[in-house]
């Protein structure tokens, strides 16, 4: 991220972009290019030297990490901004949430202000209840998320669905079911506030966007609807910034050539920034092979190392390499977290984090992980949603039939329970039903509400079983949720009870990053997906597996292959310095494919180092074991996954990719002159081993020249 104590001065596109005043004016910018930086420098030139207050600027970052680093920049120039003069600086959807909440009559939609934020793997559960409940023939199940998001649209046009189904029949009714439980999708943020804005006269002077090659369509409306008054006058100043070469969330719902189209719709002025601040001249001329709009990029720094190439016989082999590599760095003065390892697939992580722990590395895994990947976290987030929002049902039965916690509660009878509002048939209910009052009560005490209260409330030490083998692992993480969330309220304007639902809906949106606070470790090396890279930069990269089949990922279809290129090209100029790619030999995973990626082909020879394999005789005599450790708790940690309920998807994720392949339990053999290899297949008679370096041998097992080990 851009250097918060800027020294430089700068340069005269960057100066032209940060003092237009044009109505509407976008940003065409190179990677590195200083966009960031730019926009910071627009929204303090507005406010410091334009007097534009802030609260007349809505600024719409993709990440809220983005909105945070320019809040951090104000903060230093002037410490008594308020979060309510910057309230509307975040993401489009926790600014649609603050406006809903606090700006627009959401009533007039049919919700109230107290509505919650739900997930759309949460909506999806609502509408195939709703079909089974009515009779409505779905099809396509398995993708009804996808498909709700994508169909709505056309349902709105009054259009017929094209798999000729009941979907459309449903849309209603689950709108219907939505707004009696008080409930609203990612989705609804945008769509409900759109529609609201679109009556209200107030705009803002100024509308500042970052990363605006990844809106989506509803996104562009709602910029369109908060700049512009009733009578369809455009009232706001328009400033975005972006890259139409780093266009990486299509999968999401954004058009290629968003930026044109916006650009376009608000016949904006285009501006540029062409010059590239953070790469070497070895790592730009790669990137620009990779360029798909625009010309070249320009460099501000000459020379430089060569991009290193190492090829690994596998994923253990190489987080082992990166593990004396990284320390080997570190030892030489750089910080673990000028350091970063990317990957395709979010379970490529797993091989590392056991590696770099085993080795002492610290690494900081940025993780859009679900609340459904720890269990009790969802349950006690459901729990509290329920409690400030009795009307959500769903919800509701969803804590009371959990199987591994509370209740246990069949569908059944927590359904009539639920129904009937049974005072005394199960003490949970009871207790969430009663909480707001007895929050308020609380709440005027000199003390407040602190988490050993919420957890007594709530009776968790009975609720989490104190028998079962997970309870001391549960227990702790309960009370830090519990310790977080009233920090969380404590250190925000309002009553708890209205803290505490900002606290779950932004939980909602942010997922378990959000939840766990600041838990991470700072100076550790950042391990991370192609996608959630974006923005970020590193003095040393190392991009892993860029075997054909994960770098690029099979691809349908030609605008996915686009679109593996630009990640690919986001990848690489994330490096200030060193870059290294890396392939395996023996990926060990379907559909990768041994050796290097087309990739590798399109960057010229003379940019490369192409260095040796590790031998054998470097491995270290513990990689058995761990191997063998890391797969077990691989294998653990999906059958955990499989068993938790309701595995949510935020709006800023990042890509994770399928779903693990089944893991195999790795058997190696060693040979006196090949050395240690992998057994691939075996008879009654024969082994046939696969070494490095050597390939695949077979051997008759009388005469009894490999041994199994480990
Ligand atoms: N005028 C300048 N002189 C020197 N360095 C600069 C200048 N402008 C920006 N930089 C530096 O260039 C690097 C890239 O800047 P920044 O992160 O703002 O780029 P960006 O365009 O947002 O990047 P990306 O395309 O990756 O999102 C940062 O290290 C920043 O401090």
Sequence with gaps: MTDFHNTYRLNTYQMEAVLDESPACMVNANVGSGKTTVLIEKILHLHFEKQVPLKDMVVLTFTNKAADEILQRLAQREPSVTKEETACFGTFHSVALYLL?????????????????????????????????????????????????????????????????????????????????????????????????????????????????????????????????????????????GDPNQVIYSWRGTT???????????????????????SNASILEAANRFLQFGGKIEGSRGGGEKITVRNHYDPFQEAEYLADRIESLHRDGLAYREIAVFYRLQRQSEVLEKVFQKAGIPCSLSLKKTLGDVPVLDYLVKILKFSVNPADR??????????????????????????????????????????????????????????????????????????????????????????HLCRFCREQDGSFLENLRRFLDSSMLYGLEFLKGSEQEDDGVRLMTLHASKGLEFDTVFLIGVNPGLIPLRCQSYEQEEEERRLFFVGITRARNHLELSYYTNPGEPGVLEGYSSYLRMIPEHLLDWSEARSQKEKKADLQELRREVAAQMRKSRAERKTDLNPGSRPMESCVGDAHPAEEEVRRARHRKYGEGTIVGEDEMMVEVEFEGYGRKKFLKALGEVEEIG
């Design 101 to 241: 909440k606090n700006c627009l009559p959401t009533e007039e939609a049919g919700w109230t202000r107290e509505f919650s934020v739900m997930d759309p793997d949460e909506e999806a559960e609502l509408a195939l209840a709703i079909a089974a409940e009515r009779g409505l023939k779905i099809k396509y199940k398995n993708r009804l998320k996808k498909r709700l998001e994508q169909e709505y649209a056309s349902w709105l046009k009054g259009r017929n669905s094209r798999y000729k189904d009941e979907l459309f029949l449903l849309f209603p009714l689950l709108e219907e079911e939505k707004k009696r439980q008080n409930k609203m999708t990612f989705s609804d943020l945008i769509r409900v506030s759109t529609a609201l804005l679109n009556k209200e006269n107030r705009c803002p002077e100024w509308i500042i966007v970052d990363e605006v090659q990844d809106s989506d369509s509803l996104q562009m409306d709602f910029l369109e609807a908060l700049g512009t008054d009733i009578a369809g006058e455009r009232r706001s100043r328009l400033f975005a910034v």
């Design 256 to 278: 290629e050539n968003m930026f044109f189209l916006l650009k376009h719709r608000f016949q904006a002025k285009e501006l540029s920034l062409p010059v590239n601040y953070r």
């Design 394 to 483: 769903q919800t509701g039965l969803q804590v009371l039939t959990n199987r591994k916690y509370g209740e246990k509660a069949t569908p059944k009878r927590a359904a009539s329970i639920l129904e009937k509002g049974e005072g005394g048939a199960l003490p949970l209910l009871d207790r969430m039903t009663g909480f707001q009052e007895a929050a308020v009560e609380k709440d005027k005490d000199k003390d407040g509400i602190s988490a050993q209260w919420l957890f007594d409330y709530f009776d968790l030490c009975t609720r989490l079983h104190p028998t079962s083998a997970d309870y001391e692992k549960d227990a702790k993480e309960a009370e830090k949720l519990l310790e």
